[in-house]
C-alpha cells in the first residue's frame, strides 16, 4: 500500500489526527534563512553554563529555572523537551539576554530540579497539564505575557498554550510546528509503517517491559534517541553528560512513559484537565504570531510544513535551517533560533 494513503486517509490526515496537526546586533549578521548557507549547526561546548538555578512554588510543583536579562525587559520563556533539558537553550539565553529580554528557562515536570509538591499528585505527563505548570510558573513571577519558544515537548506546550491562553502568549516560535494531541483518535489511526518505525519509542512505553527497559538503561537509551533526532550533530560525551544529569529526577520514568501512553489513550489523564483536552481536540487554529521552524536533518518523526499550514491564522513564517542541524534545534542553531525568537516579538 501506498505510505501516503492508508485505510483510505490521506497522509495530511493521519499525521493531524495522530498529533502532528494541521542581542538583536549580535544576530544582524545572519541569514534569514540559515539553509541558505548550509552552515548552521554550532559547535556544541560544555563550558556554557547557567550559573545558579532559581527554585519556585508554581501550582503543584516547585520549579527549577535559569534567568537571565533584565527583570523589566519583555518576557521570553523557553521550554525544552524529550530526552533534554534546559541546556538546549544555554546559547540562545544569553543572545536573547543581550538583546533586552527577561528570559525564564525551566525544567518541565519529571526533570531537574523539578519536584512535585505532594506525593499525592499524579504523575502526569498529559499535554495540558504541562501547558498549566508553565501558566503557574507565569503567575508565580508576574509575569503576564511573553513569547513562548520550544521543540518537542516544549513546542506542543507553545501550541497548547497559543491555543488555550492566547492573552499570555505574545507570540510562539515552535519547532515542528502545530504538535496538538489528540488521543482519543490517534489510538484508532495508526501510522503507515514507515512513521511507526520512526515513533517506535511510543509503542515500546506502551509495555510494562518497556517502562522497565526505560529505568534500567535510562542514559544509554536517551543517548540513542539523541544520535537518531540529530542524525549529523557532533555532540560529545561531556554535553550529553550535562543535560543526562536531568533525567535523575525521582519522577522522570513516571512522567514520560505517562506523556507517551496518555498520547494513543492507554493512560488517562487528570479529569481536572477534561475541559482544556476537548478544547484541544477540537484543533482550533492559533491567533498569535508564530514562527515554526524544521531542522532540515530531523531524524524524528515530524510533519511536513504545508500539513499544518492552515492552523496558523496570525501572522506567520516558516524558516528551514540547513547545516545538518536536526531535532534539538536550539541548542544545534542557537543563532538562528534566538533570531526567530527576536524577529517573532516585531511581528
Not at 505510505?3 to 541569514?31: I, Q
Not at 506546550?157 to 492566547?166: F, H, I, S, Y
Amino acid at each position: 500500500m501506498d505510505e501516503s494513503k492508508a485505510n483510505g486517509m490521506s497522509r495530511r490526515r493521519l499525521l493531524e489526527l495522530a498529533g502532528f496537526s494541521t542581542g538583536a546586533a549580535l544576530l544582524a549578521g545572519l541569514p534569514l534563512f540559515a539553509a541558505e548557507n548550509g552552515n548552521a549547526a554550532s559547535s556544541p561546548t560544555a563550558d556554557a553554563s547557567f550559573g545558579t538555578l532559581r527554585q519556585i512554588d508554581a501550582g503543584d510543583l516547585n520549579i527549577g529555572y535559569a534567568e537571565a536579562g533584565p527583570a523589566d525587559g519583555p518576557a521570553v520563556i523557553l521550554l525544552h523537551g524529550w530526552p533534554y533539558d534546559i541546556h538546549s537553550f544555554v546559547e540562545v539565553t544569553p543572545l536573547l539576554a543581550a538583546a533586552g529580554y527577561h528570559v525564564v528557562v525551566p525544567y518541565l515536570r519529571g526533570y531537574g530540579t523539578t519536584r512535585f509538591l505532594s506525593s499525592d499528585t499524579p504523575r502526569n505527563g498529559q499535554q495540558s497539564a504541562v501547558a498549566f505548570d508553565v501558566i503557574h510558573l507565569m503567575d508565580a513571577l508576574k509575569i503576564q505575557k511573553a513569547i513562548i519558544a520550544g521543540f518537542d515537548w516544549g513546542a506542543r506546550t507553545c501550541a497548547v498554550m497559543a491555543t488555550l491562553w492566547p492573552e499570555r502568549c505574545k507570540a510562539i516560535v515552535s519547532v515542528s510546528g502545530y504538535l496538538v494531541s489528540n488521543p482519543v483518535v490517534a489510538k484508532v489511526a495508526p501510522f503507515a509503517p514507515g512513521a511507526a518505525l520512526a515513533f517506535w519509542y511510543q509503542y515500546y512505553f506502551a509495555t510494562d517491559l518497556g517502562r522497565t527497559g526505560y529505568a534500567k538503561y535510562l542514559h544509554d537509551f536517551n543517548k540513542l534517541i539523541w544520535k537518531t533526532a540529530s542524525p549529523k550533530w557532533n555532540f560529545d560525551d561531556a554535553i550529553y553528560e550535562r543535560s543526562a544529569a536531568a533525567f535523575d529526577n525521582p519522577d522522570h520514568v513516571d512522567i514520560v512513559i505517562h506523556n507517551y501512553r496518555w498520547r494513543i489513550a492507554l493512560a488517562d489523564g487528570e479529569r481536572k484537565y477534561d475541559d482544556l483536552e476537548k478544547r484541544l481536540a477540537e484543533g482550533p487554529p492559533i491567533t498569535v504570531p508564530t514562527i515554526t521552524m524544521e531542522g532540515e536533518s530531523n531524524g524524528a518523526l515530524h510533519a511536513p510544513a504545508e500539513t499544518y499550514r492552515g492552523k496558523f491564522s496570525g501572522k506567520y513564517e516558516y524558516r528551514l535551517v540547513g547545516g545538518g542541524v536536526g531535532h534539538n534545534l536550539p541548542q544545534e542553531a542557537p543563532k538562528e533560533f534566538a533570531k526567530a525568537v527576536i524577529d517573532v516579538d516585531r511581528f
